[in-house]
């Protein structure tokens, strides 16, 4: 079963998120001396980023003010990778890993070779080839992901797991690469070559955390948790760990729809 946590706004949602991965991250180090984790894309976790780089030491830690959250965090034992990519360039504005590097990794003491991206400037089939091959060292041949972050698209996409493609019902790669053409449009930011972590790998973490904010969001999040199960209109619904726990952090906006329901 999903858990579904609201927030008022999108600040203490960040907040949440980043509680979430620091917790996430110590549990990992301690049972195992590694956290292997695999962000999101999209705008909404950038702030939740941006949180986890703070080290914010004005006050002397205590209950009050707890130190700010990288100082919380074993860096050298994180390895990071991603959900997905778009095929661009490291340096392309359109890039998962720029914007998680600007916002996080190079504010914080994580060794390069701990950040494992995907090689968007490849040719899209040796990204996904090469992006496996870096995954299994760390994941297992059962590719278990202590955390994996997810954003959820107003279409009920995920990662890069859009409605109508292959990709949703993939049960044997790890990786796949493929065009996403967006239907009713010309090409825009989101028809691309991209890169996907497939439900094989998704559903194999130990725990999936989607961060969703916005009331652009909320009726597909209510179709989504609430709705008949149809994942290849609304992707998002082929998330359900086999063995690890799936959470949806939101804030009130995106949870309106819910609420209702609910009430
Ligand atoms: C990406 C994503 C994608 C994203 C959603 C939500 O690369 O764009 O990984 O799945 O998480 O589109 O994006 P927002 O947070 O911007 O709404």
């Not at 008022?8 to 509680?19: G, H, I, Q, V």
């Not at 990071?80 to 890993?97: I, K, M």
């Not at 109508?164 to 070559?193: F, N």
């Amino acid at each position: 079963m999903s858990e579904v946590k609201v927030y008022p706004d999108r600040a203490s949602l960040a907040r949440a998120a980043a509680e979430h991965f620091v917790t996430r991250a110590s549990e990992a180090v301690a049972a195992r001396g590694l956290f292997t984790v695999a962000l999101s894309g999209g705008s909404t976790p950038r702030s939740t980023y941006a949180l986890l780089a703070r080290a914010d030491n004005k006050h002397p830690a205590d209950n009050k003010h707890p130190r700010e959250f990288a100082p919380r965090v074993d860096w050298p034992r994180v390895h990071v990778f991603w959900g997905d990519e778009r095929c661009v360039p490291p340096d392309h504005t359109d890039s998962n890993y720029r914007m998680a590097r600007e916002a996080l990794l190079e504010k914080v003491p994580i060794p390069i070779e701990n950040v494992h991206r995907i090689q968007g400037e490849l040719p899209p089939d040796q990204a996904a080839a090469a992006y496996r091959a870096e995954l299994e060292p760390f994941l297992g041949a059962g590719g278990r992901f202590d955390l994996i972050l997810l954003g959820m698209g107003a279409d009920g996409h995920t990662a890069s797991l859009f409605p109508g493609t292959a990709a949703v019902h993939e049960g044997a790669r790890w990786v796949v690469a493929h065009y996403v053409r967006r239907q009713g449009r010309r090409p825009d930011k989101l028809s691309a070559w991209r890169v996907t972590l497939t439900p094989v790998v998704i559903n194999g973490a130990a725990h999936v955390t989607f961060l969703v904010a916005g009331a652009g969001k909320a009726e597909r999040l209510r179709e989504v948790l609430a709705g008949p199960y149809q994942p290849d209109v609304l992707p998002a619904q082929i998330v359900r760990p086999a063995d690890g726990q799936s959470l949806w952090l939101v804030d009130a906006a995106a949870a309106a729809r819910l609420r209702q329901e609910v009430e």
